[in-house]
């Protein structure tokens, strides 16, 4: 049985005090939604894909374990770190695959309208790293807002909880930075062509 939300936190905050026995109650529980994670990203990938499911999450997670100094707060804020590994290792992966920095035939990112993005399309990593790094250093909370729903797909309340706004002020923050994420993806590729 899965522990709940509140023993999770609890065991969060147990292993970064360096108790070893939560570390060990939470790996499957982790290591779980780590794979369910790596696969929504793969799930669009091309076939062959050199990267595969179990290469992500292993990654991720081993990661994860030597981040023995950060004072994890909740469930919410731990996917939050995850995610954000998780980027980097995709985004370092295509960026070592010799992709173009804007393109070289990736599919283009998929922002939906509907804020219900379920399993995320492959985007082109690589630009949306870029736009999301430049969107951060216009507007940090909104690029968190993205990262927390695109790349953890957490929902509206648990993105709200993780940055302690309202959850209106994560779906403004969502819509507008899709805008944003879109016209400097576009602009992106203009410049590149």
């Known amino acids: 049985m899965s522990p709940s939300r509140q023993e999770l936190t609890g065991l969060l905050m ?19 939604e780590l794979r369910r994670l790596a696969h929504c990203y793969m799930a669009g990938e091309h076939t062959g894909h050199t990267l595969q499911t179990t290469a992500l999450a292993n990654e991720t997670y081993l990661r994860l374990v030597d981040c023995q100094q950060v004072r994890w707060q909740d469930r919410a804020h731990f996917f939050a770190v995850s995610a954000r590994l998780m980027r980097r290792i995709l985004v370092d992966f295509a960026r070592s695959r010799h992709y173009q920095k804007r393109g070289a035939g990736a599919r283009p990112v ?8 379920g399993q995320p399309e492959c985007p082109n990593l690589v630009a949306l790293d870029d736009a999301l790094e430049a969107l951060a250093a216009v507007d940090p909370r909104k690029s968190q807002v993205v990262e927390l729903k695109f790349f953890v797909d957490l929902t509206v309340e648990e993105i709200a909880e993780t940055l302690r706004v ?18 400097e993806m576009k602009r992106g590729n203009g410049r590149d062509a």
């Open 14 to 32: 147990a292993w970064g005090q360096g108790d070893q026995d939560a570390l060990d109650r939470l790996i499957p529980v982790v290591y779980q």
């Open 110 to 117: 998929s922002l939906n309208e509907n804020l219900d993005l």
């Open 166 to 183: 309202s959850p209106q002020t994560v779906l403004r923050d969502w819509k507008l930075a899709k805008v944003w994420l879109r016209r």
